[in-house]
């Protein structure tokens, strides 16, 4: 075989053939056939000329390409294990589908009475095209947010375009219409196969619920509230809609179930319809009591979250940061110029609604530089000892009190942004005193270089000396953090502040309170004068969830970067609050306990000046339990922040409320946090 090769390799190279490649016919060299070479190549050289053409070339492969491949496996993936879940027989799996709510309270005789509506909270509701610049063509009203996300993965930058609004206005950029999709499919499914409100639409239908007695007060979560009115008469809409199912089935009042930012989208509706026009919906004084029997907040964002302070800062999150980490070259604009968090950040704050998510009440809820209502708080989560406390009975049982609470040292919770690890730990005494309103004052922030690059994001009109002393103050609480989003932010700031307040209000009799931006605030607004009417904070416990972060300057100095990033390598001692960057606490890994149940513990219980007619409040909480197996999804007893809508126990909770049952007779609070001692530690006046 050898020899045979090396025959032919001398064949090639001694004798010119005419097609090398093959050896197979040789030139002869006479003087006639040396007049026909000339000719002769030039068919030849035409004929492969044709043949490259026609012949498909390879494409130069990127690591953008390695990306799309890993999403696409990963998508391929969870198609593959979603059609297994829902084909093969439950015998076959080893796991036996529970009997849903629904079809158990049917059995009962539970059945429809109170008409229900439903509130979405922030990004959980389709929105769709009416209106759009040339690169959207062909997809007037096609989903560009919800759904299966295919155009974001073919025209990024044109979906990114169409879901920003005006960073002038907060309203819609100039030829753009995007509006919230209709109907209960607006929210029923985030993307195909992960549920939101479908598996409670499907239990209230199975005792009887349909389009009549229910419906999903949709509305475009990116607007501010008061411009969700403005822009879409969504408020409008939401009063004319309960008035009519309170009509139309037997004057029935009706049961308001809200999820996350829902809740104090509600809360503002509540204040905005028994004000007069033209800033309010004219409803009067007695409307809410008339129409609306209970309001079951569902992972209520009452008090804000966390969450939304790294978003606006650094545009990412604890597990964001992780992954930033751990594969740079997925994320890092430094690598393959992506620029991703760059266009997250231009995205998400031109969304107002960000902005009523951030913290309310100050350093007074949310802790100072040595305090904090979480104090003591211990992560080890295999040694807490929950405990269960029924409708009369919502007191601790002291003897646990040193396996809730006991760890080495206390966690600073209240910087709720501190620069290096060693800021969150030290006393406040050590820190220094800049002061941020002097830096905010003294520098102006200098012109950006549009040259620089696409991305624009307002820390481009930042000094580097500026992004120098904002690391060295070390750390912020939650009243010197508004000062620092309006230095380094001052233009969605400006914008979204004229909507939103986040204070505690000295004097809610002030004529001040009757403004809009007072109302999604539950500490600068008084509920309505409903004696009857019932509250509820429903919300998951037993999971971590991030209470404050650390942060570290970016290693790199090209403009069109965001020069502060979380600090994923900072981690505690085993048993610690602190991972990959950031503090933990109880609650439903979004949301924590303090902001989902204090205004349900202490600041409505009773009568208050938030509740001058005494409503009833009970906290419900559900503990997370992961499922069994993969085979069981989701699970039916998770409490986490999305996945507790399909959690059997709520869903009950809620049919239950939905057929007339009251807060009591379900059983009143159920509490297996320590929401009421920090409740305690918290001295507002009430």
């Not at 155009?151 to 995007?178: A, Q, Y």
């Not at 008061?226 to 009509?247: F, G, V």
């Not at 790294?310 to 740079?328: C, H, L, Q, T």
């Not at 549009?450 to 992004?467: A, F, H, M, N, P």
């Amino acid at each position: 075989m050898a020899a045979s090769i090396l025959r032919l390799r001398k064949l090639c190279y001694v004798q010119p053939v005419r097609f090398s490649a093959l050896c197979f016919q040789s030139f002869e060299t006479n003087k006639d056939e040396g007049a026909e070479t000339p000719k002769f190549g030039n068919e030849v050289k035409e004929k492969q000329r044709i043949k490259n053409k026609n012949k498909r070339q390879p494409r130069e492969w990127r690591c953008i390409h390695n990306c799309c491949w890993i999403i696409g496996f990963m998508c391929t993936t969870w198609w593959l294990l979603l059609f297994l879940y829902n084909t093969l027989p439950t015998a076959l799996t080893g796991f036996q589908v529970p009997e849903s709510p629904g079809t158990r309270l049917r059995r009962e005789g539970v059945s429809p009475l109170h008409p229900v509506v439903m509130v979405p909270g922030i990004v959980t509701g389709g929105l769709e095209l009416w209106e759009g610049r040339p690169c959207a063509e062909g997809l007037f009203r096609k989903r560009l947010w919800g759904g299966s996300f295919s155009e974001i993965f073919k025209r990024p930058m044109c979906l990114l375009e169409h879901l920003s609004l005006d960073n002038e206005t907060g309203l819609d950029p100039p030829g753009i219409r995007v509006r919230a999709v209709g109907g209960l499919a607006a929210a029923d499914y985030f993307a195909p196969g992960y549920f939101v409100w479908a598996v409670l639409i499907k239990n209230l239908a199975k005792i009887g619920y349909e389009g009549k007695n229910m419906h999903m007060a949709a509305y475009d979560w990116r607007l501010s509230f008061q411009n969700t009115e403005i822009r879409d008469q969504a408020l409008s809409r939401l009063k004319s809609k309960i008035e009519l199912m309170y009509a139309i089935n037997g004057h029935k009042k009706v049961v308001v179930v809200p999820h996350s930012m829902g809740a104090i989208y509600f809360l503002h509706f509540l204040k905005w319809v028994e004000s007069p026009p033209p800033m309010g919906g004219g409803g009067g004084p007695s409307w809410c009591a008339t129409h609306i029997k209970a309001i079951m907040n569902i992972g209520p964002a009452f008090l804000g979250v966390p969450k939304a302070v790294s978003n606006i800062f650094s545009a990412e999150g604890k597990d964001v940061a992780y992954i930033r980490a751990m594969a740079p070259v997925v994320l890092d604009s430094e690598i393959l110029g992506l620029q991703t968090f760059e266009h997250v950040m231009r995205l998400s704050r031109s969304w107002d609604s960000l902005i009523s998510l951030l913290p309310k009440g100050g350093e007074t809820i949310w802790g100072n530089l040595d305090w904090s209502p979480e104090d003591g708080h211990s992560c080890d989560l295999t040694k807490k000892k929950y405990l269960h406390s029924t409708a009369g009975d919502t007191n601790y049982n002291n003897s646990n009190k040193n396996i809730i609470f006991q760890v080495k040292e206390p966690m600073k919770y209240g910087r709720i942004i501190s620069f290096g690890k060693e800021s969150s730990e030290l006393p406040s005494s050590e820190l220094p005193g800049h002061d941020i309103k002097e830096l905010l004052y003294r520098d102006s922030p200098t012109n950006f270089n549009s040259s620089c690059g696409e991305v624009w994001t307002e820390y481009d009109e930042l000094s580097r000396e500026s992004i120098r002393k904002i690391a060295e103050n070390k750390a912020y609480t939650v009243q010197t953090l508004f000062d620092l989003l309006r230095f380094v932010a001052p233009k969605m700031m400006q914008r979204a502040e004229v909507h939103f307040s986040h204070g505690i209000a000295d004097n809610l009799d002030n004529p001040k309170y009757d403004h809009y931006k007072y109302w999604s605030n539950p500490l600068e607004t008084k509920l309505p004068v409903a004696p009857d009417l019932e509250i509820y904070c429903l919300y998951g416990v037993g999971l971590p969830t991030e209470r404050s972060y650390i942060y570290k300057t970016s290693p790199s100095d090209k403009c069109k970067n965001i020069p502060f990033r979380i600090d994923s390598s900072a981690d505690g001692e085993t048993g610690n609050c602190l991972k990959n960057g950031a503090h933990f606490v109880d609650g439903d890994d979004t949301v924590p306990v303090l902001s989902a149940g204090y205004m349900c513990t202490k600041g409505w219980r009773g009568r208050t000046r938030f509740n001058p007619s005494g409503i009833a409040t009970y906290i419900r909480e559900y503990q997370h339990k992961r499922p069994g197996s993969f085979i069981e999804g989701r699970g039916t007893e998770s409490g986490s922040h999305v996945d507790i809508m399909g959690n059997v126990a709520l869903i009950e909770d809620i049919l239950r409320i939905a057929a007339g049952t009251t807060g009591a007779q379900i059983g009143g609070d159920r509490i297996y946090s320590d929401i009421m001692r920090m409740s305690e530690r918290i001295n507002l006046q009430l």
